[in-house]
Structures are given as C-alpha cells and as structure tokens.
C-alpha cells in the first residue's frame, strides 16, 4: 500500500491484522502528567478560551465554566503556561496584584498588546480548578536568573522574604508550590528571542538550574530540546552531572524537551497516520542520545513532549482558522490516537506530554463566546485518560503496512519508514483487576479481522468496547452536528482470551476487560 498525496491501495488479499498483549510483562509505569495540555496567550486560547470574564459562562474569577468541566473530564494532570514563544518576552511581574494597575504592554513576539489581566494568581487558579500540576516556563529571551528566582520564590515560599511576602500580600496565603519549571522555550529558533547553539545553551540551563533549585531544592526542570541528534548530544553533555544544593548532589535536569507540528493545511490519510510514526521515531532517538550521555549515572532524564499536535500553530493574521471545524477531523483523531499509543509504549522514558493547545486555535476544544464544541481529539483524550491503566504491558502487533512517496507533509517524512496498518497499546490498572487495549485501524477504507491473544490473563467472559469512527475519515464535528464523531460505549461476549474481532476503517476501538 503506498500513497503520494492521494492515497492508492495496492493491496489485492483481504487485510488481517494480530495484537498479542503480554500481561506479565510490564514495560513501565504511565505518567499522569502524559495527557497534559499546553496554554499559551495566543488569540482565542487564553483570552477568550479559558478566561472570558465578560462571558455568561464564566465563573467569578473570569474563568469559562464549560471549558473547566470538559477539561477536568480528561484529567490532563499538568498544564504548561505561558508559552511558548510567549515566554521569551514574558516579564511575570506585570501580571501579578491587583488587576486594574496591570499595565498593558506590547508583546513582541505576537506583535500585540498584553493586559495581563490573566497573570500567576489566575493562571493557578486554572490550575486548581482542573486539578492539574502547574508547569511554569521560564523568559530565557529577555528574561534574568534573578527574575526567574523571584518567580520562584514568589509562588513557592512561606517565609518573610521580599517575594513570598509580596504574594501574601496579593492575598494567597499559601504558596502555589509550583513543581515543574521550564528552562525557556524552542531556544534553537530563530523564532525565538535570544536564539542559541546547543553549547551557549547547555551552560546558561546549568546556571538557571542551579539558581532555582537553590531557591526550592524541590523543582524539576526541564530542559529544551531539538529533534536533532547533534544538539541534543552537546546538551545532554552540558548538564548530565549533578549539581550542588546545600550538602548533597541532585540531578541537574529531570526532563528533556522535544516538540513536534506538521502541517498548517490537511494532508492525505496516510500521511496523516504516518506523522505519528515519526513521533515514535524521535521518541527513541532521543532515548538513544540520553542513554549514550548518561551513561551508568544514576540519575537520567525523562522526555517531555510537551508541545506536540498535528497541526501547526496559526498566527494573530490567521486566527480565523479557529473557526474551521471542519479541519479537525476523524483522521486528526486517529493521529492522536496513534501517539497516545506511542507515549504508553514508552513511558519508561516519556514523563509528560502537553497537547498543544487544548484550547482554540489547533486544540481539541472550541469555545467562541455562546459556542462550543468537542472537536473529535478531545474524544481520543476522554477514552485514555478515563479508561486506559496505570501500568503499560507488552503488546506486539502483526499487520500490513503503508507507506508515503513524495510527502506533502513536510520534509520530516521524507525517510519514513513504512507504518503498520495497525497501532496498538495496552495496560493494566494497578490493582490488577482491569486489561485495556487500543487498537487504531489505521486503513483509510478497510475494516480488518483482528485475532488478538491475551496470552494468560484470566479475563471475564464480557468487555467493554469503546469505538470512535464516523463514516469518512473526514468526517468532523460543527455546531450544527456535534456528535458526528464522538466516543461509543458497547459490551460482547467472549469465548476465552483468544478472540476475532472486525476494526472498522478508520477508527479506533478499545477493549476494557475485566481480569480474575
């Protein structure tokens, strides 16, 4: 099967497909950061998006009550704020204290006015209200190691000093206890303010860090990456050694940054399906180069892929294509799926993740004054986090592949390697008693017979089936028909741990079974 552009299909035997789940053999622990969500101040994503003041749905802090529960419905564990390319320029004490003396600046990165009428307070308020870790990125463009320390102290410290004590005085008592803290954003771009090389970098996080975690030794950090081998070796070499806080040696970085985006337009199905495989790709790439600079250190890092999403972003002059439901389609979905699957396969080295955004713009949610909508990504969100388990297990899958000539997508497929027709992860919940299996058929137009093999589970004789499918790939969500493609419930019987079951074309479908 091969596809260049618009998709052909070679393949004259009827299609068939084997999923093996090995429930003895864990491969890791999920992270409940790997559903995250990333928030940047960008058009229709923070002002408009999750803080709406003026709205008749918004709480008494401004925040959308209607985005606040459909979030919290998929139990994203973090959110990263401010940005983002945002952060570069983001000076974070304009946003904090009293509203009405908040000035309003130019941000030159978005080239727009900012009246940071959305700021720390209100930005952990967010997080409180979806139940999320806060994940704060830090101004490595224009931005200081003492700013960033003040930051710090500010949200994280309950003595008497100047920032702690300024904090109270904006009326939170208690310190937000921010974890996580990134060290800047994308800094190889020249998107960026204070673009650098993997060196100038590398030593200027080694400082940061330093500075941070001597404020709280608590932190994690996370450093930015590049889906690019070389760099990441020169950083990793930067700042594998631990450092020196108070008497003892802590690791220097926890977390290990790589985004990826594609296409601004859609492109063909297996294209589509293939974009995913290149996350997998770099996941290990990356895995690679961290195991080959840490060698037998104790500590290593975890991956945060904590920017990712089909599409790319679109800019202040395109922030009409927010309205174009249309774009975020069923084969979106299958994209998503795809790297969820990957994430659980690797989460002994991938810690976090941030689809980016959640929220307007690219995101899985559509909230525009009195509308909203559940764009079908935000399905593929609702079936994980709620259903999926704690542990990953092993699972092999045998099928037919497709592959891509002369891609549309972006230079990055070029050498792919041909994709599976059928992607697939499973897990087990902690206490045991629960076996969930994804499998996403990932043909554009063929159901396929699936003989999948529990191996030695002892499972009930009834599973839960979840699907999410729709009659074309293209098939999308609009205002008018909102569940076009949306999450499905159902039960089947089953003979014994070896069982057949036909996946739609172009859908996902899970299994949760009940174990003895």
């Known amino acids: 099967m091969t596809s260049s552009g618009e998709s052909r299909d070679s393949t004259q035997d009827a299609l068939r497909g084997a999923v093996k789940v090995r429930p003895d053999h864990v491969r890791g622990t999920i992270s409940p950061l790997m559903y995250g969500h990333f928030v940047e101040h960008f058009p229709k994503c923070v002002y408009g998006g999750y803080y709406d003041p003026g709205s008749p749905f918004a709480d008494e802090h401004g925040l959308r009550k209607d985005v606040l529960e459909a979030v919290r419905r998929v139990k994203p564990g973090i959110m990263r704020w401010p940005g983002g390319n945002y952060a570069s320029a983001y000076h974070w004490r304009n946003g904090i204290g009293d509203k009405r003396a908040r000035p309003i600046t ?82 190889y771009g020249p998107w960026q303010m204070n673009t650098m090389d993997a060196t100038s970098y590398g030593k200027i996080a080694l400082q940061y860090t330093k500075a941070i975690k001597w404020v709280d030794p608590g932190v994690k950090i996370v450093a930015v990456a590049v889906q690019h081998t070389d760099w990441q070796t020169e950083l990793l070499r930067q700042i594998r050694d631990p450092i020196i806080v ?22 063909s199905f297996y294209e589509t399906m293939l974009a995913a495989d290149h996350v997998e790709e770099q996941t290990q790439l990356l895995r690679s180069a961290i195991h080959a600079a840490y060698g037998s250190r104790d500590h290593q890092p975890l991956i945060a892929w904590d920017e990712w999403n089909f599409y790319l972003w679109s800019h202040y002059e395109r922030a009409g294509e927010n309205y174009r439901n249309e774009v975020y389609d069923l084969k979106n ?81 070029l050498n792919s390697k041909p994709g599976k027709v059928l992607d697939a992860a499973a897990t087990v919940n902690d206490d045991g008693k629960e076996l969930f299996l994804s499998i996403v058929n990932r043909h554009e137009s063929k159901a396929i017979p699936c003989a999948i093999d529990l191996g030695d589970a002892r499972v009930s004789n009834q599973a839960t089936i979840f699907s999410i499918n729709a009659a074309s790939p293209t098939d999308s969500n609009s205002l008018n028909a909102a569940d076009r493609v949306t999450l499905k419930q159902s039960t089947a019987s089953l003979g014994s741990p070896s069982l057949t079951h036909t996946l739609p074309a172009h859908s996902v479908t899970a299994f949760l079974f009940k174990m003895e």
Request: glycine share 6%; hydrophobic share 40%; charged share 20%.
């Open 106 to 187: 130019y941000d030159p990165v978005w080239m727009v006015e900012e009246t940071h009428q959305f700021g720390t307070a209100e930005f952990m308020d967010l997080c409180r209200k979806t139940e999320v870790e806060p994940y704060i990125c830090l101004n490595l463009g224009t931005g200081t190691i003492d700013e960033a320390m003040q930051w710090v102290e500010y949200c994280n410290l309950d003595g008497d000093t100047e920032y702690a004590r300024l904090r109270k005085q904006h009326g939170h008592v208690k310190p937000f206890n921010v974890k996580y803290w990134g060290l800047g954003n994308e800094v």
């Open 333 to 413: 979905a299958l994209f998503t799926a795809s790297v969820l699957n990957s994430f659980i396969r690797n989460c002994d080295i991938v810690g976090m993740a941030n689809y980016s955004p959640f929220v307007n713009i690219r995101g899985a949610i559509f909230a525009d004054g009195p509308a909203f909508l559940l764009r079908p990504q935000y399905h593929v969100f609702d079936l994980y986090a709620n259903h999926a388990g704690q542990r990953a297990i092993e699972t092999t899958v045998e099928s037919d592949t497709f592959s891509v000539t002369a891609p549309l997508v972006s230079r990055v497929l």
């Open 246 to 267: 108070g008497n003892s040696r802590v690791p220097c970085v926890d977390y290990v940054s790589i985004h990826a985006y594609f296409v601004s337009e859609p492109v």
